[in-house]
């Protein structure tokens, strides 16, 4: 079984739309929950970050943690044609020097204009 | 400032060759890390320096794998000789010290083609 597990979509939404991303995971062990956005031929670059449970907010986008239910959730909301990249699900045990990112596969969006 | 760099951005090679790959990370992260994606699959985890010593090198697939931080700076992973499995995409990450880790710069990736 995957540790983390992520549709790969692919999603396409029009413009304007609110997109929902999701990832569930089996290790209770995870602590740190990161998004991070890949544009095509560049790695990934980090998004959002939560620290165990709860919500967070920037900008148009929110990033939702539930360890009870072991989901993690992005929403995007106006969303825009610059936001048509791959997002990728990340996650880590929080103690001490272990650093190692566990990732989901990734879920493709495209928004049209 | 300068993100990470990567060299080459592509590779193309044949089975039972030498490549050696190369990152430059961000001045000033003590924390280096290199990962793998093979096309289908995640992203995963195959090792973590800190300055130059090995930190977690668990994700490492095997020995013909080779990876060093010579004085703490720049980093190259050596993969002697090439299996057709290899053939993904290679990324290095860098990030400060004395932070968790969850926070990490990644380069473009080199891309490994063993034919």
């Known amino acids: 079984q995957k540790e983390v597990e992520q549709d790969p979509g692919p999603l396409s939404v029009p413009e304007g739309a609110i997109v929902s991303l999701n990832c569930t995971y089996s290790?209770?062990?995870?602590?740190?929950f990161m998004w991070y956005r890949q544009y095509s031929r560049k790695g990934p670059e980090l998004l959002m970050y939560?620290?165990s449970s709860g919500n967070k907010e920037d900008g148009r986008f929110t990033a939702q943690v539930d360890k009870s239910s072991k989901y993690i959730s992005l929403f995007i909301r106006d969303s825009q044609p610059s936001d048509s990249a791959t997002y990728l699900c990340?996650?880590?045990?929080?103690?001490?020097?272990?650093?190692?990112?566990?990732w989901g596969l990734g879920t493709s969006l495209a928004v049209n204009p | 400032e300068a993100g990470v760099t990567q060299f080459p951005s592509h590779s193309v090679i044949e089975k039972g060759q030498t490549v050696t790959l190369r990152c430059d990370p961000i001045?000033?992260?003590?924390?280096l890390y290199w990962y793998r994606r093979v096309m289908g699959k995640e992203i995963k985890f195959l090792l973590h320096?800190?300055?130059?010593?090995?930190?977690?090198e668990s994700g490492m697939p095997n020995n013909r794998f080779l990876a060093e931080r010579t004085g703490g700076t720049y980093s190259t992973l050596k993969v002697q000789p090439a299996e057709l499995e290899d053939s993904g995409v290679y990324f290095c990450?860098?990030?400060?010290?004395?932070?968790?880790?969850?926070?990490?710069?990644f380069g473009p990736g080199t891309r490994l083609t063993v034919t």
């Open positions: 990340a996650m880590k045990r929080g103690a001490g020097n272990n650093r190692k990112l566990i």
């Open positions: 290790n209770s062990a995870f602590q740190y």
């Open positions: 939560t620290y």
């Open positions: 001045s000033g992260h003590d924390n």
């Open positions: 320096f800190v300055k130059e010593s090995k930190q977690d």
């Open positions: 990450a860098s990030s400060l010290a004395g932070t968790s880790g969850y926070e990490q710069y």
